[in-house]
C-alpha cells in the first residue's frame, strides 16, 4: 500500500502564505515556486511537501 502526500488547494496555499489569489498567481509564474500538479483542465493542488520547502527557503 503506498501512502498518498497531501495535496493543498489554491485557497489552502494562499492561507499558509498568507497571500492574495493575484500574488499566489504571480508567484506561480517564479521559477523558484513550486509547480502545480493539474488534476483535469481547471483544477491545480500543490503538494504540501512543496509548499513546505519553499517557505523554508525563504526563511534563509
Given at each position: 500500500?503506498?501512502?498518498t502526500?497531501?495535496l493543498?488547494?489554491?485557497?489552502?496555499?494562499?492561507?499558509?502564505?498568507n497571500v492574495?489569489?493575484?500574488?499566489l498567481?504571480?508567484?506561480?509564474?517564479?521559477?523558484?515556486f513550486?509547480?502545480p500538479?493539474?488534476l483535469?483542465?481547471?483544477?491545480?493542488?500543490?503538494k504540501?511537501?512543496?509548499i513546505?520547502a519553499?517557505?523554508?527557503?525563504?526563511?534563509?
Amino acid at each position: 500500500m503506498s501512502a498518498t502526500a497531501p495535496l493543498l488547494s489554491a485557497d489552502q496555499v494562499m492561507s499558509i502564505l498568507n497571500v492574495s489569489r493575484t500574488t499566489l498567481r504571480r508567484l506561480e509564474h517564479d521559477d523558484k515556486f513550486p509547480k502545480p500538479i493539474r488534476l483535469g483542465s481547471r483544477l491545480k493542488r500543490w503538494k504540501a511537501a512543496d509548499i513546505d520547502a519553499f517557505i523554508a527557503v525563504q526563511g534563509q
